[in-house]
Nanobody
Framework: QVRLVESGGGLAQAGETLKLSCSFI????????MSWFRQSPGTAEREFVA?????????NYVDFAKGRFTIVKDTPKNLVHLQMNSLKPEDTGVYYC???????????????WGQGTQVTVSP
């Protein structure tokens, strides 16, 4: 059974940086695509933020993350990171780590989820 544990969320001011990490436990990490999703306040849906293929060769970002966020898969350490620079108040939300075999951008396609980590960005 796969278990994902996020860390690194917290409070930041606009323009600052945060780095989220997700620890993968329980299966062969290198065979999984990894992704980050976000659930904004007052919404029920998790929206795709960034994803990386099992081998790290294919990376995708949602438009608002391009140029500001970077996803990195550290296979030897079973970790995936999301470096978030130039944070904006609208980046506030709960960030979830996801694992799947198909490098999906759809929340419905994710096989395993972490518990989420809160990110709050003040003006």
């Amino acid at each position: 059974q796969v278990r994902l544990v996020e860390s690194g969320g917290g409070l930041a001011q606009a323009g600052e940086t945060l780095k989220l990490s997700c620890s993968f436990i329980g299966d062969d990490f290198k065979t999984y695509a990894m992704s980050w999703f976000r659930q904004s306040p007052g919404t029920a849906e998790r929206e795709f933020v960034a994803g990386i293929s099992w081998n790290g060769e294919l990376v995708n970002y949602v438009d608002f993350a391009k140029g500001r966020f970077t996803i990195v898969k550290d296979t030897p350490k079973n970790l995936v990171h999301l470096q978030m620079n130039s944070l904006k108040p609208e980046d506030t939300g709960v960030y979830y780590c996801g694992a799947d075999y198909t490098n999906t951008k759809l929340a419905s396609g994710i096989d395993y989820w972490g518990q989420g980590t809160q990110v709050t960005v003040s003006p």
